[in-house]
T-cell receptor
């Protein structure tokens, strides 16, 4: 149990375009989903926390207008990187947490390369 | 002082030996503690959670929690080359909203055949 999927696993895009990443909890209802970013050889960095039906809470320094997060249902959250630039190239990972425990289950991640 | 601290390593362990990883945290009111394993280029995967003082065993892994001393550790028995990865300690501080976790920087473990 506690499976989280992400799509796509890898995306290459041109500078200036927008990219949408989906995160789904497959076998449980995720009341809270989290979006992280990880640069090579660096630690996980939390970008934002989203609760179903509410606006996301962004961490300090994360531009909410650039990283749009939608958590429309208990099984789906999306992250849209708007007007992507090469410095946005990174490994984006979502995690999901249900009601019963505070355990976070991670998706497999999406590797974004902006040319 | 970082909220969750881990030795970055690498921790080099011979195959078959016990790997011992430590993690300290600053928020005395923290209630939930997790160990994740992250292979290079992959996302973290949950090894185990621990909520009460003492030991919790799951296969070759044992988590140990001491809230009075504010540390949590992970033992890996009979280490295998496939255990070579970065191990992340995560804590849910009492002051955090929702189920937000604070992660340590990770300890890199190398198991040598």
């Amino acid at each position: 149990g506690a499976v989280v999927s992400q799509h796509p696993s890898r995306v290459i895009c041109k500078s200036g375009t927008s990219v949408k990443i989906e995160c789904r909890s497959l076998d449980f209802q995720a009341t809270t989903m989290f979006w992280y970013r990880q640069f090579p050889k660096q630690s996980l960095m939390l970008m934002a926390t989203s609760n179903e039906g509410s606006k996301a809470t962004y961490e300090q320094g994360v531009e909410k207008d650039k990283f749009l997060i939608n958590h429309a249902s208990l099984t789906l959250s999306t992250l849209t990187v708007t007007s992507a630039h090469p410095e946005d190239s990174s490994f984006y990972i979502c995690s999901a947490s249900g009601d019963v425990t505070d355990t976070q289950y991670f998706g497999p991640g999406t590797r974004l390369t902006v040319l | 002082q970082k909220e969750v601290e881990q030795n970055s390593g690498p921790l080099s362990v011979p195959e078959g030996a016990i790997a011992s990883l430590n993690c300290t945290y600053s928020d005395r009111g923290s209630q939930s503690f997790f160990w994740y394993r992250q292979y290079s280029g992959k996302s973290p995967e949950l090894i185990m959670s621990i909520y009460s003082n003492g030991d919790k065993e799951d296969g070759r892994f044992t988590a140990q929690l001491n809230k009075a001393s504010q540390y949590v550790s992970l033992l890996i028995r009979d280490s295998q080359p496939s255990d070579s990865a970065t191990y992340l300690c995560a804590v849910n501080p009492i002051k955090a909203a929702g189920n937000k976790l604070t992660f340590g920087g990770g300890t890199r473990v190398l198991v040598k055949p």
